[in-house]
Nanobody, 120 residues
Framework: QVQLVESGGGLVQAGGSLRLSCALSGSIFRINGMGWYRQAPGKQRELVARITSSGNPNYADSVKGRFTISRDNEKNTVFLQMNSLKPEDTAVYLC??????????????WGQGTQVTVSR
């Protein structure tokens, strides 16, 4: 059974930094793209950043220049370094992995989420 487990969330003051990690466990064939999304209370889930299997990133405009996504393919882990945090970054951050399973099934997996709270 595939699981995505996030860590690294917490409470930080505006201007501070946090580093999120998400590790995928379980038997798979290959991980394609991995990414981070966030959902604030009363708002829709939105893309924060994604990274391809070859390491090409893309970012939401709201986080460009402040957040950096990276991945360790050997450890099936994706990271999100968040700098210069703002109160509007407060949300539950969810990890996503586009996985190709043995047998050819392709499936989007999601983590449970980790809370990030940025105080003024």
């Amino acid at each position: 059974q595939v699981q995505l487990v996030e860590s690294g969330g917490g409470l930080v003051q505006a201007g501070g930094s946090l580093r999120l990690s998400c590790a995928l466990s379980g038997s798979i064939f290959r991980i394609n793209g991995m990414g981070w999304y966030r959902q604030a209370p009363g708002k829709q889930r939105e893309l924060v950043a994604r990274i391809t299997s070859s390491g090409n990133p893309n970012y939401a405009d709201s986080v460009k220049g402040r957040f950096t996504i990276s991945r360790d393919n050997e450890k099936n882990t994706v990271f999100l370094q968040m700098n210069s945090l703002k109160p509007e970054d407060t949300a539950v951050y969810l990890c996503n992995a586009d996985v190709l399973h043995r047998g050819g099934l392709r499936y989007d997996h999601w983590g449970q989420g980790t809370q990030v709270t940025v105080s003024r």
